[in-house]
T-cell receptor
Framework: GIQVEQSPPDLILQEGANSTLRCNFS?????LQWFHQNPWGQLINLFY???GTKQNGRLSATTVATERYSLLYISSSQTTDSGVYFC???????????FGTGTRLTIIP | EAGVAQSPRYKIIEKRQSVAFWCNPI?????LYWYQQILGQGPKLLIQ????????DSQLPKDRFSAERLKGVDSTLKIQPAKLEDSAVYLC???????????FGSGTRLTVV
């Protein structure tokens, strides 16, 4: 099945800083999603982005499907952005959403 | 639209006991998934339903785990008997069709002591 790798595994930033999270995947995808898991364990869908660029407020994401990676940008970080960010992908012919190992983001006031 | 509903939120049981989790997907979503998330790891798919039929249960430990989706709507996941290593968050998700965006419920945090 598809392999999904995320980097960095941990990121600690001061409030107000910008960050870039990376997701590499090993095969062609027809679904790529970014999730934020809050401290209570809820997985919040941030973006459904198998290709192209999307923006939602301070967050934006870009997937370059031909090069098999996706980036999540967080600008002007707030303490509420803390948590674990997961990238998950579905590849053609194997319709399972496979998760990466996540990036733990900690925003310090 | 209403989200994916799960219950209970938390459950603590002793090893060898049984437990059941319930999930109500978003209305109209044909595909339903159960994931297991062990602390510090990403969620892992246990079973996938398309309407009331099983599409993939290759990762489900069938000697102790069972799941059903009667009438293609609600689903229950059961563990009998539970082991210590079953301590995890059990997440339910649904999607309109395979490979479309998934929506997750709040999860059930299971602790086996």
């Amino acid at each position: 099945g598809i392999q999904v790798e995320q980097s960095p595994p941990d990121l600690i930033l001061q409030e107000g800083a910008n960050s870039t999270l990376r997701c590499n995947f090993s095969d062609s995808v027809n679904n790529l999603q970014w999730f934020h898991q809050n401290p209570w364990g809820q997985l919040i869908n941030l973006f459904y982005i198998p290709s192209g660029t999307k923006q939602n407020g301070r967050l934006s994401a870009t997937t370059v499907a031909t090069e098999r990676y996706s980036l999540l940008y967080i600008s002007s970080s707030q303490t509420t952005d803390s948590g674990v960010y997961f990238c998950a992908a579905v590849n053609f012919g194997n319709e399972k959403l496979t998760f990466g190992t996540g990036t733990r983001l900690t925003i310090i006031p | 639209e209403a989200g994916v509903a799960q219950s209970p939120r938390y459950k603590i049981i002793e090893k060898r006991q049984s437990v059941a989790f319930w999930c109500n997907p978003i209305s109209g979503h044909a595909t339903l998934y159960w994931y297991q998330q062990i602390l510090g790891q990403g969620p892992k798919l246990l079973i996938q339903f398309q309407n009331n039929g099983v599409v993939d249960d290759s990762q489900l430990p069938k000697d102790r785990f069972s799941a059903e989706r009667l009438k293609g709507v609600d689903s229950t996941l059961k563990i009998q008997p539970a082991k210590l290593e079953d301590s995890a968050v059990y997440l339910c998700a649904s999607s309109l069709r395979e490979a479309y965006g998934y929506t997750f419920g709040s999860g059930t945090r299971l602790t086996v002591v």
